[in-house]
């Protein structure tokens, strides 16, 4: 059976040619030519059956031939913010994961123990993007730059949130125990800190604030792998 090849397209429906780098995939890689078949995803909750109708060395431009609007696949919003490490490769591959298993905003933390300040977003993006179409997303995440700490506390003031740490002497719940408790709040945020763990005062700002102070489980687990396990517990506990 032929592979059905899936493009990124932002606003599918209002515009009639793929993006560059999508075309140059097109055309240059899967050699596609006029009448050929092609999905489409615009990351707003759409997929398309289109047909290439002109394609020349940089343009492919094509024809929508139905449109297939998709059903969320999990109740409410799972939000992961996490503080980069500093191998850049390591929170890449947890973008690139994060995004497949299903995540809906994806945030980076500026922590008092942070490694790296600053991420080159557009090269996340594209991990984001590929990641959705090789798992058959039909909403892009939501990516938001590395904002302070206290500034993201201030920023999300209601909701089920919580903040994994290390730290014996704060109390701590089982994440995945608390996500399957009742609510009538569907959406869920996780904060992982950095390599160094966040702050004791940090941890305790939080707390203060309201968010839920967690455990993942018996193991110290690495940042991208913290992260990647909330994302989990989150999915879990929707189903």
């Given amino acids: 059976m032929?592979?059905?090849?899936?493009?990124?397209?932002?606003r599918a429906a209002e515009v009639a040619?793929?993006?560059?780098?999508?075309?140059?995939?097109?055309?240059?890689?899967?050699?596609?030519?006029?009448?050929d078949s092609l999905m489409l995803m615009d990351g707003e909750g759409s997929f398309y059956e289109a047909e290439v109708s002109?394609?020349?060395?940089k343009?492919?431009?094509?024809?929508?031939?139905?449109t297939l609007p998709q059903q969320p696949q999990w109740s409410g919003r799972v939000h992961l913010a996490i503080a980069p490490t500093k191998m850049m490769e390591r929170i890449e591959w947890l973008a690139e994961k994060a995004t497949e298993v299903g995540?809906?905003?994806?945030?980076?933390?500026?922590?008092?123990?942070?490694?790296?300040?600053?991420?080159?977003?557009?090269?996340?993006?594209?991990?984001?993007?590929?990641a959705v179409k090789q798992s058959r997303k039909a909403w892009i995440p939501q990516l938001n730059d590395m904002m302070p700490f206290k500034s993201f506390?201030?920023?999300?003031?209601?909701?089920?949130?919580?903040?994994?740490?290390?730290?014996?002497?704060?109390?701590?719940?089982?994440?995945f125990d608390e996500l399957r408790k009742p609510s009538t709040d569907a959406d869920a945020l996780v904060m992982i800190g950095p390599e160094g763990d966040f702050s004791i005062d940090e941890v305790k700002m939080a707390v203060?604030?309201?968010?839920?102070?967690?455990?993942?489980?018996?193991?110290?687990?690495?940042t991208e792998t913290a992260g990647l396990a909330a994302v989990m517990m989150m999915q879990l506990s929707k189903n």
């Fill in 2 to 10: 032929k592979e059905t090849h899936y493009f990124y397209v932002p």
């Fill in 17 to 35: 040619e793929l993006p560059e780098d999508e075309a140059v995939h097109a055309l240059r890689v899967l050699r596609l030519k006029e009448g």
């Fill in 54 to 57: 002109m394609a020349n060395n």
């Fill in 59 to 66: 343009h492919c431009f094509y024809n929508i031939v139905n």
């Fill in 103 to 130: 995540i809906d905003e994806l945030s980076f933390l500026d922590c008092r123990f942070s490694e790296r300040n600053t991420l080159k977003m557009p090269r996340i993006e594209k991990i984001v993007v590929s």
């Fill in 153 to 175: 506390i201030e920023k999300h003031p209601t909701g089920r949130r919580y903040i994994a740490h290390c730290y014996d002497e704060v109390e701590r719940v089982n994440l």
């Fill in 208 to 222: 203060e604030a309201g968010f839920v102070s967690v455990d993942l489980g018996k193991s110290r687990l690495r």
